[in-house]
C-alpha cells in the first residue's frame, strides 16, 4: 500500500501588522493640562503593570514610563496624551502598544477624562476585563480602537449609545461578545460609523439587514464573528465602502452583486464563508480593487475574463471554489499580481511558463488541485522569471522538475505533488533555498532516488518534508533538525531506521508506513515522545521487541506500528501516552494478555490488536475503562472466555449515536514559523473487515462504532446487554464458540450496517425483529445450529444464499427449503421511502470514502493523510 496525497492549501498574504503609533504631541504655547485631568491619567499610570509581553507589536514601547509624578510637567506633553489648543482638555489618548498589563475597573482614571474624542489602547493585555458601562461617560468619544487587547465578555450597549462615534475597532479581543445588545442594535444605533472592526468578535445570529443602513462606512470587517445567514447584498454598494471582510463565518451565505463603475471598493475579502454564485462579469468596473479574496467558498462558473481590465489587483485569492473551465488570459496582464491561488477548483487547460513572465511581482502562485498542463519549455531557461516564496504546481502535469526552479532562492513553500516526475531527485533541489524553504512536498510521483546514498537535505528551516508515494529506493533520508512533519510514505525504502532520527527533537509527524524498513526498532524512539505525535510504521518488516515509546508527558495520539513482525509483550509505558487515540498493533506477532490497563488511556478511541498470539480471559474491569472507545479489533488471537460484556456499559463512546457532520478523525496542528501561523492535519487510517471483506480506510469517520471480536475461542451466549452500544455499525463475532441464541435485543442496535455471527453454534430462530435494521448491508450467520423460518422482508430481501448456509435448520427464502407455513408468511415489501432516503443518506457518507479513495489512488496504492496548512490572517497568541 502506498500513498494518497491530498492536501489543500489556503494562504493569507495579509497579516496585520499593529501599525506605529506616534501620537506625540506637540506642546508649544497651548494652555496646560487641567489638574484634575493630570490626576486621573497619574491614576491611570497606576492602576496598571507594564509587562513587556502585554504587546506583541514589535516597536511597543511603555508610553506611560515618561509620565512624572513630580515637578509641575504639563501632561499635555505627555506620551501618547493629546489637549486641546485652547481649553487645555486631554482630547485623545493613544496608549497603545505600550506594555500595560492589568484589569481595567471602573474607578479607573480613564473615565474622568471626560472630554476624550479619542481613545487607542490597541495591543495591551486588560486581564480579560470586561469593557463598562462606564466608557458612556465618554460621550464625546470619536474614536475607539481596544483592538488585541485581551477584553472579555458582553459588550456593553452604553458603547453603542456614544452619540458621535466614528469609528469602532475592537478587534481580536476573543471572548468578547455581541449578543445583547446585538449587532442588529450596534447597526440601529451607530449610524454614523465610518469605521467598523469587530474580527473575533462572537456576534453569533444571522446577519442583521440594517448593516446597509450605515451609509458612511468605509471601512467594514466581521471576519470570525460566528455570521449567519444571507448577506444583505446592498453592502456592497454602499456609496463609500472600500474595504468589505466578512472571513471566516462559515455560516455565512450570499453572492455578489453586478458592481458600478462608480464603486470605490478597494478590497473584498469573503473566504471561507459560504457564498456561492458567478464572479459576475461587472467585476472588471472595480478599477480600485487591489485584494479579492473568495477562497474557500461556494463559487462557481468561469472566471471572468473581465478581471484583466482590474488592474489595480494584487492579491487574487480564487482557491478552494468550484470554478469550472480555463484561466482566461486576461490574468496574465495583472503585472501587480503578487498572490494568485487558483488551488483546488475544477480548472484545466495549458498555461505557459512564458505567460507567468509578464507577472513580475508574483510571489505567491497556486495552481495545484486542478487539471492544469504547466508547459515549462527548456527556451525559457534563460529568462527572468518572478521570484516565488510560495509555488504549488501540484498535479500540473509535469514530467521533470521545471528548469526555472534552479534559479530560485527566496522559496519558502514549494509543492509538486501529484505530477508524472520520473527518476532520481535532481542534485540542484538539494541545494536550493537553503535558509528559506519551510515546506517541500514531492509526494505522488515516480521519484526514484537520490543522487548519494546518505543524503542530508541542507534546509535549515524546513519544516515538512514530504517525499510520500513515490518510488524511492534506498536508506531513509535524514531531514534536518527543523523538521516537524516527515512524511516517506508508500516507497521503497529500505535499511533500518538510523538512531540519528532521534535528535530530531522536534518532530511530531513520522511516517514510514508502506515500506521496506527492517531491522530493529531503535529504542531510543522514546525519547522522541514529548515532541512526537504521530508514529507511523505499518507495513515494513521491523522485528523485534517494541521499544518503550512513552514517557512521561508523551505528545503521542497515534502509534500504528501494524503489519511487521514485531514480538514480545506491548511495552507497559504506554500508559503514559495520555493523549494516545488510536493504537493499531495489528499483524505481528505479540503474545501478550488482554492489555486492560490500556483502559486508563483516556482518549484512546482505536484500539487494534488483530491477527497477534493474544490469549487469555478478558476480565471485568477494574475501573471505568475505555470511555472513548469506538473502534475495538481483537480479532485472529486466541482470546478464550465469555464475551467481554461487562465492559459493555462503560464504552460510553459506542452507546450514543452520533449523526453530527461528516468529519474525520485527524490530528490537528498549528505552528508558528516567521510571518505565519501554520494548520496541518494528519487523518488517521485503519484496515478492518468491513461487510466481510478486509478493507482500507483512508479515512476514518468521526463517528464510526466497531467491534471485532472474529476469529478467537470466545464461548457462552451473545449478551442481550449488547443492546446497550447503540452506536456500533459494524459487529463481527464470527468463528468463535458461541452457543444459545441470537438476542433477539441485537435489533435495537440501529445504526448497524454489517453484522458477522457466522461460524459459531449458535442455536434457536434468527428473531424476526431483525428486520427492523434498516441500515444493515450485510447479515451473516452461516454455519451455525440455526432453526427455523428465515425472518422476511426489508433488507432481509437482499441478503443471499451465502448469509445463512449451513443451518440444516433454516428455512424460507432465499434457502430453497420451505417452510412449513409458507402460504402464511407475509410477501417481501419493498424498501418503504423512508428506508431508502435514510439509506441513501448513509451512501452518501461511504461515497465520500470511496471518491477519496478512487481519486487518490496512486499507483493503485492508498494511504491516509491529508495536509492543510494554512495561513491566519493574524498573529493572535
Ligand atoms: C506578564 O503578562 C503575562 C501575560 O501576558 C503574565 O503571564 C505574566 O505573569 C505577567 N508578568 C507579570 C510580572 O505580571
Ligand atoms: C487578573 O485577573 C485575575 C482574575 O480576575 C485577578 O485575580 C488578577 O489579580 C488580575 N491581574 C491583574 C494584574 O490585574
Ligand atoms: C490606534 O491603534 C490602531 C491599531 O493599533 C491604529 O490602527 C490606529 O491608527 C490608532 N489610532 C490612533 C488615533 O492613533
Ligand atoms: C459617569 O456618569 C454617571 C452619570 O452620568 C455618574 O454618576 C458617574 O459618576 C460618572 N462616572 C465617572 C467615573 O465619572
Ligand atoms: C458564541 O456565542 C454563542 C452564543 O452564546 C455560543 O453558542 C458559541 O459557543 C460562542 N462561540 C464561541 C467560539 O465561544
Ligand atoms: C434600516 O434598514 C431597515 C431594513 O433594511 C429599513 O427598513 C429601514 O428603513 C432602515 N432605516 C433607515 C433609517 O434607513
Ligand atoms: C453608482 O452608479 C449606479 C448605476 O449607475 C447608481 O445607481 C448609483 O446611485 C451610483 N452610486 C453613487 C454613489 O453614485
Ligand atoms: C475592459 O474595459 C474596456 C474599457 O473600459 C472595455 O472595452 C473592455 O470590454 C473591458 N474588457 C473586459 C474583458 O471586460
Ligand atoms: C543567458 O543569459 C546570460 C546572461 O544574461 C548570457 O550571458 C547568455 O549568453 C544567455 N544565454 C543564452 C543561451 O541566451
Ligand atoms: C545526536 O546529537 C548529539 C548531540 O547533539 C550528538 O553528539 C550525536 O552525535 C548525535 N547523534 C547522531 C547519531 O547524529
Same mark, same amino acid.
Given at each position: ?50 509587562? #513587556? ?22 501632561? *499635555?506633553?505627555? /506620551? ?37 474624542? #479619542?481613545?487607542?489602547?490597541?495591543? /495591551? ?68 460609523? @465610518? ?29 470570525? *464573528? ?18 468589505? #471582510? ?22 473584498? %475579502? ?16 472595480? %478599477? ?33 471554489? %468550484? ?37 513580475? =511581482? ?57 505530477? %508524472? ?304 452500544? @447503540? ?55 452461516? =454455519? ?28 424460507? =427464502? ?24 435514510? #439509506? ?38
Amino acid at each position: 500500500m502506498g500513498p494518497l496525497l491530498h492536501y489543500s492549501l489556503l494562504k493569507y498574504l495579509l497579516f496585520v501588522i499593529l501599525p506605529h503609533l506616534l501620537t506625540q504631541c506637540v506642546s508649544s504655547m497651548q494652555r496646560p493640562c487641567l489638574h484634575s485631568e493630570r490626576s486621573a491619567l497619574l491614576q491611570l499610570k497606576e492602576s496598571f503593570i507594564l509587562n #513587556r509581553s502585554a504587546s506583541s507589536y514589535s516597536l511597543a514601547y511603555a508610553k506611560v514610563g515618561s509620565w512624572k509624578l513630580e515637578g509641575q510637567g504639563d501632561c *499635555c506633553s505627555w /506620551n501618547g496624551v493629546e489637549c486641546d489648543d485652547n481649553t487645555g482638555h486631554v482630547i485623545g489618548l493613544d496608549l497603545s502598544s505600550s506594555f500595560l498589563y492589568g484589569s481595567i475597573d471602573s474607578n479607573n482614571g480613564l473615565f474622568q477624562l471626560h472630554h476624550l474624542r #479619542r481613545l487607542n489602547l490597541s495591543d /495591551n493585555h486588560f486581564n480579560y476585563s470586561k469593557i463598562l458601562y462606564a466608557i458612556g461617560n465618554l460621550s464625546r468619544l470619536s474614536q475607539l480602537y481596544l483592538s488585541f487587547s485581551r477584553f472579555s465578555g458582553q459588550i456593553p450597549s452604553q458603547v453603542l449609545e456614544l452619540p458621535k462615534l466614528v469609528i469602532l475597532d475592537l478587534s481580536g479581543n476573543i471572548g468578547l461578545e455581541l449578543q445583547n445588545p446585538s449587532l442588529k442594535s450596534l447597526a440601529k444605533k451607530l449610524v454614523n460609523l @465610518k469605521y467598523l472592526n469587530l474580527d473575533e468578535v462572537n456576534a453569533s445570529s444571522t446577519i442583521p439587514q440594517n448593516l446597509a443602513n450605515l451609509s458612511y462606512l468605509t471601512y467594514l470587517s466581521l471576519a470570525n *464573528c460566528e455570521l449567519r445567514g444571507e448577506f444583505p447584498i446592498k453592502v456592497f454598494q454602499l456609496p463609500n465602502l472600500q474595504y468589505l #471582510r466578512v472571513s471566516y463565518n462559515p455560516y455565512l451565505t450570499g453572492g455578489l452583486p453586478e458592481f458600478h463603475k462608480n464603486s470605490s471598493i478597494e478590497s473584498l %475579502k469573503l473566504a471561507n464563508t459560504g457564498f456561492s454564485g458567478q464572479l459576475p462579469k461587472s467585476i472588471g468596473n472595480l %478599477k480600485s480593487l487591489s485584494f479579492l479574496s473568495v477562497g474557500n467558498c461556494l463559487f462557481s462558473g468561469r472566471i471572468p475574463s473581465s478581471l484583466g481590465n482590474v488592474t489595480q489587483l494584487i492579491i487574487l485569492d480564487l482557491g478552494v471554489n %468550484k470554478f469550472w473551465g480555463s484561466i482566461p488570459q486576461s490574468i496574465f496582464t495583472l503585472t501587480n499580481l503578487e498572490g494568485l491561488d487558483l488551488e483546488d477548483n475544477q480548472l484545466s487547460g495549458a498555461i505557459k511558463l512564458e505567460s507567468l513572465l509578464n507577472l513580475k =511581482n508574483l510571489k505567491s502562485l497556486q495552481l495545484s488541485w486542478n487539471n492544469f498542463s504547466l508547459l515549462t519549455t527548456s527556451a525559457v531557461m534563460n529568462v527572468t522569471v518572478p521570484k516565488f516564496r510560495w509555488l504549488t504546481l501540484g498535479s500540473c502535469n509535469l514530467f521533470e522538475f521545471p528548469n526555472f526552479l534552479s534559479g530560485q532562492d527566496e522559496l519558502e513553500f514549494l509543492d509538486l505533488s501529484r505530477n %508524472k516526475i520520473y527518476g532520481l531527485i535532481p542534485k540542484w533541489i538539494w541545494g536550493f533555498c537553503a535558509q528559506t524553504l519551510q515546506v517541500l512536498i514531492l509526494g505522488g510521483n515516480f521519484l526514484t532516488g537520490f543522487h548519494q546514498a546518505t543524503v542530508v537535505p541542507p534546509w535549515t528551516n524546513l519544516r515538512i518534508l514530504d517525499l510520500g508515494s513515490n518510488k524511492l529506493r534506498g536508506f531513509l533520508p535524514i531531514p534536518p533538525a527543523s523538521i516537524y512533519h516527515y512524511l516517506v510514505s508508500g516507497n521503497l525504502l529500505t535499511g533500518e531506521i538510523p538512531s540519528m532520527i532521534c535528535n530530531l527533537t522536534s518532530i511530531t509527524t513520522f511516517d514510514l508506513s508502506h515500506n521496506n524498513f527492517s531491522g530493529t526498532l531503535p529504542p531510543c524512539l522514546g525519547n522522541l515522545s514529548s515532541s512526537l505525535s504521530v508514529l507511523n510504521l505499518q507495513n515494513n518488516s521491523f522485528h523485534g521487541p517494541i521499544p518503550q515509546t512513552c514517557k512521561k508527558g508523551s505528545k503521542l495520539r497515534m502509534i500504528d506500528i501494524s503489519q511487521n513482525q514485531l514480538d514480545g509483550q506491548i511495552p507497559r509505558s504506554l500508559v503514559n501516552c495520555n493523549m494516545l487515540e488510536i493504537l493499531n498493533l495489528g499483524n505481528n506477532r505479540i503474545e501478550d494478555t488482554f492489555p486492560s490497563w490500556l483502559g486508563r488511556l483516556p482518549e484512546l478511541r482505536i484500539l487494534i490488536l488483530r491477527h497477534n498470539g493474544f490469549h487469555g480471559a478478558i476480565g471485568k474491569p477494574k475501573t471505568k475503562e475505555f470511555p472513548k472507545l469506538q473502534i475495538f479489533d481483537l480479532s485472529f488471537n486466541k482470546f478464550t472466555g465469555h464475551l467481554p460484556s461487562r465492559h459493555f456499559p462503560i464504552w460510553k463512546a459506542m452507546k450514543v449515536v452520533d449523526v453530527g457532520k461528516l468529519r474525520y478523525l485527524q490530528a490537528n496542528f498549528s505552528f508558528k514559523v516567521t510571518n505565519y501561523d501554520w494548520d496541518f492535519s494528519f487523518s488517521y487510517s485503519m484496515t478492518m473487515i468491513n461487510k466481510g471483506m478486509e478493507t482500507e480506510y483512508y479515512r476514518i469517520q468521526e463517528f464510526l462504532a466497531a467491534i471485532d471480536l472474529s476469529s478467537n475461542r470466545f464461548e457462552g451466549c451473545i449478551p442481550e446487554d449488547i443492546q446497550i452500544l @447503540k452506536a456500533i455499525q459494524f459487529l463481527n463475532l464470527s468463528n468463535n464458540l458461541l452457543s444459545g441464541p441470537i438476542p433477539s435485543s441485537l435489533a435495537s442496535l440501529t445504526e448497524l450496517q454489517s453484522l458477522d455471527l457466522s461460524q459459531n453454534k449458535l442455536s434457536g430462530e434468527i428473531p424476526q425483529e431483525l428486520v427492523e435494521l434498516t441500515f444493515l448491508e450485510f447479515f451473516n450467520v452461516s =454455519n451455525n445450529q440455526l432453526i427455523g423460518p428465515i425472518p422476511q422482508g426489508k433488507q432481509f430481501a437482499t441478503f443471499e444464499n451465502n448469509s445463512f448456509k449451513g443451518n440444516p435448520g433454516l428455512c424460507g =427464502n432465499p434457502l430453497s427449503k420451505k417452510c412449513y407455513s409458507e402460504g402464511s408468511s407475509p410477501p417481501p415489501p419493498s424498501l418503504s421511502k423512508k428506508d431508502r432516503d435514510s #439509506r441513501s443518506w448513509l451512501e452518501f457518507g461511504w461515497k465520500v470514502v470511496l471518491l477519496g479513495y478512487g481519486s487518490g489512488l496512486v499507483n493503485g496504492l492508498v494511504l491516509g493523510y491529508s495536509f492543510n496548512p494554512m495561513k491566519h490572517k493574524w498573529f493572535v497568541k
